[in-house]
C-alpha cells in the first residue's frame, strides 16, 4: 500500500488540500515533531502533512527535529515522502518561480543530527544516489504534462542559516556545482534513506542569490512573494502526482540492510 508523507517547506503546509481531514498528535524517540501531523487523502490516496518549521513558522531551520519528523512519517506507515523547500538560484537559467527536483545535494551544515544511529550502533549509509529516482522521475513527468516550468537534475547546497550567503561564498557555491541553495534538505533526505522511504524534494526557486552584481539582493519579503504566486503551482503538482505513485522495489527501501555496523 503507498501512503505518502508530505513535508510542507515556507508557504507550503496547507493541510487543506487534503480530504477527510484530522490532526493528531505525534511523540517519537527522538522528541515531539515540528507541529500536529495532518492525515487524510488526496485523490483516495493515504497522505501525512508536517510543517517542516512548524505552523507558525515559528522552527528555524537549524533547530528543525528532522529526526522526529521523519520518524513520525515512518511511524504512520508512509512509503514515499515529497519534500517542499523554498530556495535560492545559483543559475541564471533557474529564474524564481522554477521548480527544480535535485538529483544531488551538497552538505554545508554543521549542528544537525544526521543519524538515527548515534548511539548503539554505526551507520554508513549510501548516498552517491541521495533522492529516489523513480519518483523523480514522476514527478519531472508530472510537471511537464501540467506545463510547470521545471528543472530536474540539479544539485542542492544546504547550508546552516539562518543568515543568507555573502557574495563570496555565492560564488564559491557556484564554482563548486551547485545551482540551487537552501536550509533544509539536509539532513532530512539522509534520515529518509535511513527511515527506507523514498523521497524526493520539490524546490522552489524564489530568489536569485547574490552571486551576480545586476540582481536585487534576497530579501525574506521577496521570498515570501514569490511563494505565494507559485505554491498552487506545487499543489496542483502534488494532486496530479499523488495519483500515480506505486509501491515499487526500490533501492531507497533496502538501502539500511547493508549500512549497519
Same mark, same amino acid.
Given at each position: 500500500? =503507498?501512503?505518502?508523507?508530505?513535508?510542507?517547506? $515556507?508557504?507550503?503546509?496547507?493541510? +487543506?488540500?487534503?480530504?477527510?481531514?484530522? !490532526?493528531?498528535?505525534?511523540?517519537?524517540?527522538?522528541?515531539?515533531?515540528? #507541529?500536529?501531523? $495532518?492525515?487524510?487523502?488526496? %485523490?483516495?490516496? #493515504? =497522505?501525512?502533512?508536517?510543517?517542516?518549521?512548524?505552523?507558525?513558522? %515559528?522552527?528555524?531551520? %537549524?533547530?528543525?527535529?528532522?529526526?522526529?519528523?521523519?520518524?513520525?512519517?515512518?511511524?504512520?506507515?508512509?512509503?514515499?515522502?515529497?519534500?517542499?523547500?523554498?530556495?535560492?538560484?545559483?543559475?541564471?537559467?533557474?529564474?524564481?518561480?522554477?521548480?527544480?527536483?535535485?538529483?544531488?545535494?551538497?552538505?554545508?551544515?554543521?549542528?544537525?543530527?544526521?543519524?538515527?544511529?548515534?548511539? +548503539?550502533?554505526?551507520?554508513?549509509?549510501?548516498?552517491?544516489?541521495?533522492?529516489?529516482?523513480?519518483?523523480?522521475?514522476?514527478?519531472?513527468?508530472?510537471?511537464?504534462?501540467?506545463?510547470?516550468?521545471?528543472?530536474? +537534475?540539479?544539485?542542492?547546497?544546504?547550508?546552516?542559516?539562518?543568515?543568507? $550567503?555573502?557574495?563570496? !561564498?555565492?560564488?564559491?557555491?557556484?564554482?563548486?556545482?551547485?545551482?540551487?541553495? @537552501?536550509?533544509?534538505?539536509?539532513?532530512?533526505?539522509?534520515?529518509?534513506?535511513?527511515?527506507?522511504?523514498?523521497?524526493?524534494?520539490?524546490?522552489?526557486?524564489?530568489?536569485? #542569490?547574490?552571486?551576480?552584481?545586476?540582481?536585487?539582493?534576497?530579501?525574506? &519579503?521577496?521570498? =515570501?512573494?514569490?511563494?505565494?504566486?507559485?505554491?498552487? @503551482?506545487?499543489?496542483?503538482?502534488?494532486?496530479?502526482?499523488?495519483?500515480?505513485?506505486? #509501491? &515499487?522495489?526500490?533501492?531507497?527501501?533496502?538501502?539500511?540492510? $547493508?549500512?549497519? =555496523?
Amino acid at each position: 500500500m =503507498v501512503k505518502i508523507g508530505i513535508i510542507g517547506g $515556507s508557504g507550503l503546509d496547507d493541510p +487543506d488540500i487534503l480530504k477527510d481531514k484530522q !490532526e493528531i498528535e505525534a511523540e517519537t524517540p527522538y522528541g515531539k515533531p515540528s #507541529d500536529k501531523l $495532518s492525515i487524510g487523502t488526496i %485523490s483516495g490516496i #493515504d =497522505v501525512v502533512i508536517i510543517s517542516r518549521h512548524g505552523k507558525k513558522h %515559528s522552527i528555524m531551520p %537549524s533547530n528543525v527535529n528532522f529526526r522526529a519528523n521523519i520518524w513520525a512519517l515512518k511511524e504512520q506507515g508512509c512509503t514515499h515522502v515529497l519534500a517542499s523547500t523554498a530556495c535560492g538560484s545559483l543559475r541564471e537559467e533557474i529564474a524564481p518561480g522554477t521548480l527544480v527536483f535535485p538529483d544531488q545535494y551538497i552538505d554545508r551544515t554543521t549542528k544537525r543530527h544526521c543519524t538515527f544511529h548515534d548511539k +548503539d550502533k554505526v551507520c554508513h549509509i549510501a548516498m552517491e544516489q541521495p533522492f529516489c529516482e523513480k519518483l523523480r522521475e514522476l514527478i519531472s513527468e508530472t510537471a511537464k504534462e501540467l506545463g510547470l516550468k521545471h528543472c530536474p +537534475d540539479k544539485t542542492v547546497i544546504t547550508i546552516e542559516g539562518p543568515k543568507f $550567503s555573502t557574495k563570496a !561564498e555565492s560564488r564559491m557555491y557556484r564554482a563548486w556545482g551547485a545551482d540551487i541553495i @537552501n536550509m533544509s534538505t539536509v539532513p532530512e533526505v539522509v534520515l529518509a534513506r535511513e527511515a527506507g522511504l523514498c523521497y524526493q524534494a520539490i524546490a522552489m526557486a524564489t530568489d536569485y #542569490d547574490c552571486f551576480a552584481e545586476t540582481k536585487e539582493n534576497v530579501t525574506w &519579503e521577496q521570498i =515570501v512573494k514569490i511563494m505565494k504566486q507559485n505554491s498552487e @503551482n506545487v499543489k496542483r503538482l502534488w494532486k496530479a502526482v499523488i495519483p500515480k505513485i506505486k #509501491d &515499487e522495489e526500490c533501492s531507497c527501501k533496502t538501502a539500511i540492510n $547493508s549500512a549497519l =555496523v
